[in-house]
């Protein structure tokens, strides 16, 4: 089992970047793949970006593909977010995510752990 607590949201001006992190506790939390979704009110929530404990395979959405980057430290159970070039479009509450290591790991139906999520607010 695999708990998951996101830092790092906040406001931010148009054009600025934050970088989200996403504490992992848990015995075989080595095992998992690790995943960013997003969700912006009235919408669904979708991917924006997974990474592989295992393999170093890194999937990002097309939406923030060359802006955003995923990344890991397996040293401090700590997977990141680095969000560069933000526009209003990206404000959402983004979560943190794990499962077993798939090869579908842009649908959430894949995870089986989640966070709480972090709140993202980007001014115009």
């Known amino acids: 089992q695999v708990q998951l607590v996101e830092s790092g949201g906040g406001l931010v001006q148009a054009g600025g970047s934050l970088r989200l992190s996403c504490a992992a506790s848990?015995?075989?939390?080595?095992?998992?793949?690790m995943g960013w979704f997003r969700q912006a009110p009235g919408k669904e929530r979708e991917f924006v970006a997974a990474?592989?404990?295992?393999?170093?395979?890194?999937y990002h959405a097309d939406s923030v593909k060359g802006r955003f980057t995923i990344s890991r430290d397996n040293a401090k159970n700590t997977v990141y977010l680095q969000m560069n070039s933000l526009t209003p479009g990206d404000t959402a509450v983004y979560y943190c995510?794990?499962?077993?290591?798939?090869?579908?790991?842009?649908?959430?139906?894949?995870?089986?752990?989640w966070g709480q999520g972090t709140q993202i607010t980007v001014s115009s």
């Open positions: 848990g015995r075989t939390f080595s095992s998992y793949a």
């Open positions: 990474i592989s404990w295992s393999g170093g395979s890194t």
């Open positions: 995510a794990a499962a077993e290591e798939s090869d579908y790991l842009r649908d959430q139906e894949e995870y089986g752990y």
